[in-house]
Every structure is written in C-alpha cells, then in structure tokens.
C-alpha cells in the first residue's frame, strides 16, 4: 500500500496539472545549490516572473510563470529573458515547449485489439509442461517452438537462467509510457506502487487512459517484462520474478518537465527504466532530451542503484521506411541508455527498423508481416500475441537485465553495458550483412550493434563479473581554426584529431559538431578511428529537406568498443546529393570526446573475444 508521506512528495500546496502548461508561459529554472524556496520566489519576481512551483525530486529546480498573464501568444520581453539567463544564480533556464513524442510500435498496421491465437502449423507445438500459461506456446523468443530440426537455435536463451532459478527476483523495473494496467490479472502480483507514478496529472495511479485503444502500448511492454508465470493467464515476462512499475508521461500533452519528472521518478529505487518512445521517426526530426530530463537521466548514472547507476533502456525506433537513422535521436544516442533494436524471427532487419552507431544490442521482434509477434498483456485485462516494433525489443532487453542484476547486484550501469558487448550473439543474425571486427576484435553492425542478445550467456558472465576500471574523458577540439567553409562545389569536407593517449580502452565516442548546411538530409558522416575502423555516424535521410543543419548536435558511436584511441581520427563529411554543388554550409565548431579507460577491464586479460564460426573477410 502506497504511504502517505509518499503522496506528500510528489505533490505541493499547488496542484500542478502539467497538461495545462502554455507555451512561453513557463520556464523551467536550475538555480545554484544552497538557495531556499524563499530565494528562488525573490528572484522570480526580480526577473520579471513568479515562482510556480518546486519541481518535484529536484531541489535546486523550480517553475518560474510569466507575471504578465497567461493570454494567448504570450512571449516574454527579450529584456527580461536576459535578465533570467544572466542572473549568476541560475545554472540554467529553459523554456516549456510542447514536444511530440511518439510510442516505438507498428500497431497502426496491425489490427491492435486482435488477440486471436494465429500459428502457421510449421512453428506450432502442443503445450509443454514448463509453464501453464496459456499463451506459453507463443512464445517463440523465449523457448524456440519451431519444428525444423537443424536450425539454429531461434530464443533468447532464457531456460537455462530459469532452471538455476534465476527469475529477476528483488529487481524493480519501471515502464515509463502512457500507463500500466496495473490490476490485470498476470501484472498485479508484481506491480510496485513505489515505483509507479502518472506524471501527467501528479497522480499515485498510472493506469492509462481506456477510452483510448492506443494507450495500451505501456501495458504490452510491462507485460513482456513481467507477466506472472504459472496462472493459466496470458504469457511469461522475461523477468517473471521482478518488480514492475509504471510511470506515465505519454498521456497527456509532454513538455520538458514532464519528460524530468518521469525519466528521475524514484531513481532511488528503480534499478531500470524501460522507455519504448521518443521523438517522430520521420526521417526529418532531429530532436535530444531537454535540459532536465538531460539531467534526471545524468542523475540516476551516477546516484541511482546507491551510486552503481540505474540501467536506460531505450527502443532505436521505427522509422527504417522514412530512412531515418536513430543518431539523430538524442535519447537512442545517449551514453547512457543501451538502445535496442530488432532482428525478425529469421534474423534480418526489419522493414521498420533504423541504423545507427549507437545500437548495443537488439532482441527480438516482428518482421514481415506474416512473421510472428511478440506475446504479452493487453488492456482490458486481455491478452495479445501482436506486440512488435522495436518497442517490443526494447522491453526483452529490460527482463534479461534484470535477470543479470539478480544474479549480481553489484555490476554498475557501465558493467551492464560490456556485459551485452562480450556476450551478444552474431551467429543468429543476417552474418552476410554490414558486419566488421573493430581494432579490439568485437563484431560490430550498425544495424544489429554487437548482435542478439543471449540470457544464459548475459546473466552467468554477470554473476562472476569484475567491475570495469573508472572512466577516463578525453576532449578533443579541433586544431586548426574553424569556421570551415562548405562552399559551392565541395561535395567533402574531412577533419582529424589526434588523442594523446590519455585512454587506452574505449567505450563511447562522440562528436560534437556545429554545423549549418543548405540541406541536411543529403549528408553522410564517417569517423575512422587510428585502428582502421571505420564509422558510418550519419546515413542519408531522404526526407529531411532542413536548412537547419546541426546547431548543434552529438552523434555517438559504440563501435569501436575496447579500441586503443591513441593516435589520429578522421572525420568526412559528405554531400550525396546528385545535385550537391547547390549546397553550401559552414563548420562552425567540432570536438571529438572519448569514453574509456586507462586501466584494461578484466574481461579483456585472456585477449580479444572469440566468435565461433566467424570467418574473416578479406
């Protein structure tokens, strides 16, 4: 039962309904440690607003409202809104903005409320007697139900986990969606309250919205997390054992700091948040995190877990049609979410899914559409076997962490992610397709990252792991003078940066650039590291007509994982346009930024990983 003090917390002598918030009306400000509710109202009405409230979870964060009203249109002087960004106690300011985020399913191509049991007789097997569950069958990615011998083994791997009796026991994972039903029938055993929260209307209850059919997507993906095994009901979550929450951010209109509010909510309890959305996969949107959700996931790296770092985990997205690429997607190419793609039953990419260098892992999901879904829970204390999209490979990845944090609660949110680095599959996968061996000698795709993920092999690697040495930074801007012009009739610009040595072992690279150019969509960006290999950070985006160019922006790799950086990068930027000599641009700034560290991890002393059956191409 949900104590009262609880409530207390999260609500305020002002009962905010964020929905409500206006454009240009509400600013959220950070202001310097040490000052007093009392402070932060006197310098709102200095600078020309008035405090609206503390924001919940962050003390040094509050929301300041314009003083001039709320009319429609309202915008703030320039006057004052200097005064607001130059005021030595603020740390930073940003106004609210409605933003668009979109769930990462396909249920508009499917029918989303068919629940219908629908097997091609060539994967269809009588029920076994592991689980009563009556939707066991259909999982397919969790015990392999084909009946053609002599296939590679088509699962995750999980049996093996759950016969040592491992089941994600004492792991909290919360869905951060447009609700969770909590009091369906194969969710409520393992719901937890404390970790729950519907952050659109500052409520203790994060059921969705069911006048809205749509709003079952965060049910579905906490059910593949943690249906409850063994009562004749739905299917079995990955994590069967866990704890499963739900915060809710998705229903209702977003801003900012509603996006805060969720991505921190109890990040002193929750070992893992499982998020399944994010900016329009449009192949035009290029969007990050804003500066309080920024924070709240920096926050719970470094303070959630008592200091060992809550686990983002974040579906790739879906926009592999629009030929969108998920580095333009500032929560997919964060260093600290693991992002997660989707492979299809037979192993390739699917038709919706995105590229990019900043996909660790992928799980399973749907392919064509004849292919087989993913089972779990549904709205209306249903069941459905047509969950797909990434945001139901986003959610497999969430269980078998938690399986892993089970089996040792010790492994940071770094430890987390060399764990899926060294025991990711490439064997179940299109092996034909984009793979190369980076200089440490890990297979990498930027369509699959370091390949499928493999419970058995995820959660007994954790159990003996030795935490990976502290994180070295190393910032590299660039040394000869910028601007850079990319004038008229240039179809390439290359730049290089040379790393001293400072990190011997490699875990991100990003780089950020500053860069304006006439169309956006047409370009191409490389990065070859001093050990050869080389990096597609930006593919073709068709779609994206933008004259914005990137003001500015961080890709990010994982791909040259475990590398030596010493030595010199190079970095092309190129125009793929038939027509490219109408472009022009400028390279107003660039630095690269190195993730890794001095020390090798101990995972590495018995030398590179081994790949079976990998053969290397000439």
């Known amino acids: 039962m949900r104590s009262f003090a609880l409530v207390l917390l999260c609500l305020t002598a002002t009962t905010a309904v964020y929905r409500h918030l ?50 429609r249109g309202l915008k703030r002087s320039e006057t004052t809104v200097k005064d607001l960004h130059e005021n030595s106690d603020v740390m930073w300011a940003a106004q609210q903005k ?6 990462r399913s396909i249920w508009k191509y499917f029918d989303i409320m068919d629940n219908s049991v629908m097997l091609d007789e060539d994967y269809y097997q009588p029920p076994d007697q592991e689980f009563n569950d009556e939707l066991w069958q259909n999982e397919w990615y969790l015990k392999d139900t084909r009946n053609q011998p002599g296939l590679p083994k088509l699962d995750l ?28 029938d194969d969710l409520a055993a393992n719901f937890d309250p404390e970790i729950s929260w519907d952050c659109n209307h500052d409520s203790p209850d994060p059921r969705p919205n069911f006048q809205d059919l749509v709003n079952s997507h965060g049910t579905r993906c906490a059910g593949e997390i943690a249906m409850v095994a063994n009562n004749h009901k739905c299917g079995v979550g990955v994590a069967f054992g866990a704890r499963i929450g739900g915060i809710k951010l998705l229903g209702g209109h977003v801003y900012d700091l509603i996006e805060g509010m969720a991505l921190g909510f109890a990040y002193d309890k929750v070992d893992i948040y499982s998020s399944s959305w994010g900016p329009t996969d449009d192949g035009k949107t290029v969007e990050r995190p804003g500066l309080l959700a920024r924070e709240a996931i920096a926050r719970g790296v470094r303070r959630g877990r008592g200091g060992k770092g809550v686990i983002y985990v974040w579906a790739s997205g879906n926009g592999g049609r629009k030929s969108d690429n998920c ?59 047509k969950h797909t999209g990434t945001s139901a490979s986003a959610p497999l990845a969430a269980g078998i962490i938690a399986l892993g944090l089970e089996a040792n609660p010790n492994i940071t949110w770094r430890d987390v992610q060399h764990i899926i680095v060294n025991t990711a599959e490439y064997v179940p996968l299109q092996i034909n397709m984009g793979w190369f061996m980076n200089g440490a000698g890990f297979l990498y795709n930027i369509r699959f990252g370091f390949g499928l993920m493999n419970a058995d092999e995820f959660v007994k690697t954790a159990a003996q792991w030795q935490s990976v040495p502290e994180k070295s930074i190393e910032v590299i801007p660039k040394a000869h003078l910028l601007p850079r012009n990319l004038s008229t009739g240039i179809g390439m610009i290359s730049e290089e940066f040379m790393s001293e040595g400072r990190i011997a072992y490699l875990e991100h690279v990003e780089v950020q650039m500053d860069l304006e150019y006439s169309e956006r969509g047409v370009l191409e960006i490389f990065l070859t590291s001093p050990r050869g290999t080389e990096i597609q950070l930006l593919t ?23 590398e030596n950086p010493t030595g010199l990068w190079k970095l092309n ?35 590179p990983r081994v790949y079976n059956n990998y053969v290397r191409r000439a």
Not at 576 to 599: M, R, V, Y
């Open 22 to 71: 206006l454009p240009n009306r509400f600013w959220v400000v950070r202001l310097r440690e040490g000052l007093s509710d009392v402070d932060a109202a006197q310098l709102a009405q200095v600078t020309g607003y008035k405090l609206y409230r503390k924001v919940t979870g962050f003390p040094n964060i509050f929301v300041f409202e314009s003083a001039l009203g709320s009319g």
């Open 98 to 103: 409605k933003l668009t985020r979109d769930k």
């Open 157 to 184: 791997n999980v049996l093996p986990v759950y016969e040592r009796g491992i089941t994600g026991r004492g792991v909290r994972v919360a869905v951060l969606d447009d609700g969770v039903e909590y009091t369906h």
């Open 327 to 385: 580095n333009c997607d500032g929560y997919a190419g964060s260093i600290y979410t693991i992002t997660v793609g989707s492979a299809s039953q037979h192993g390739t990419k699917p038709w919706y899914g995105e590229i990019c260098s900043s996909i660790l892992t992928v799980t399973y999901s749907s392919g064509a559409y004849n292919d087989q879904m993913i089972t779990t829970t549904d709205v209306g204390n249903k069941c459905t076997v």
């Open 540 to 562: 073709r985006r068709r779609r994206d007509k933008s004259k914005d160019g990137f003001r500015p922006w961080t890709f990010m790799s994982v791909a040259t994982w475990s």
């Open 573 to 607: 930027i190129i125009d793929t346009s038939a027509l490219g000599i109408f472009n022009s641009g400028i390279l107003w700034d660039c630095k690269l930024i190195l993730h890794g560290t001095e020390e090798m991890p101990a995972i590495l002393a018995n030398g």
